[in-house]
């Protein structure tokens, strides 16, 4: 379903992510962007970037498996942070629920986020089968 491309003529990646990847697969879904607002009380969690960071890919990870998905399917990520400075923090968290075979990945800093949120996740994910 997808191939990890590494060139040996391009930046080694110097985190958990992938130079590329190629992939041929049936179904193809671009998650919108995540925060880490707890479903259950509508409101940021608490905890700073650390449980921000947790709370959104838990998002991330419902989200997927309303079609049986898990964080396996994703193939590119792209995060936002309000302060470059917690890349490090949430490079951490990130390693910890996406394993080998890392998904291309894009982080920057932005100005502000939605809610005062401190990360932002978006994310595309594909696979050959879909639950309904």
């Known amino acids: 379903m997808k191939t990890i491309i590494s060139s040996p003529l391009a930046p080694k990646a110097v985190g958990p992510y992938s130079q590329a990847i190629l992939f041929n697969s049936k179904y193809q879904?671009?998650?919108s962007g995540q925060i880490g607002v707890?479903?259950?009380t509508g409101k940021l969690?608490?905890?700073?970037i650390e449980a921000e960071t947790e709370?959104?890919?838990?998002?991330?990870?419902?989200?997927?498996s309303e079609v049986g998905w898990?964080?396996?399917?994703?193939?590119?990520?792209?995060?936002?942070?309000?302060d470059i400075k917690d890349y490090g923090v949430v490079n951490e968290i990130y390693?910890?629920?996406f394993?080998?075979?890392y998904p291309a990945r894009v982080a920057l800093a932005v100005k502000q986020l939605p809610i005062g949120a401190l990360i932002e996740i978006e994310c595309t994910a594909v696979g050959d089968e879909i639950k309904k």
């Open 29 to 31: 879904m671009e998650l």
């Open 95 to 97: 390693a910890k629920h």
């Open 38 to 40: 707890n479903p259950s």
């Open 70 to 82: 898990t964080l396996k399917n994703v193939v590119k990520v792209r995060v936002f942070l309000a």
């Open 45 to 48: 969690a608490e905890g700073g």
């Open 55 to 64: 709370q959104t890919l838990a998002n991330i990870k419902n989200v997927l």
């Open 99 to 101: 394993t080998e075979e």
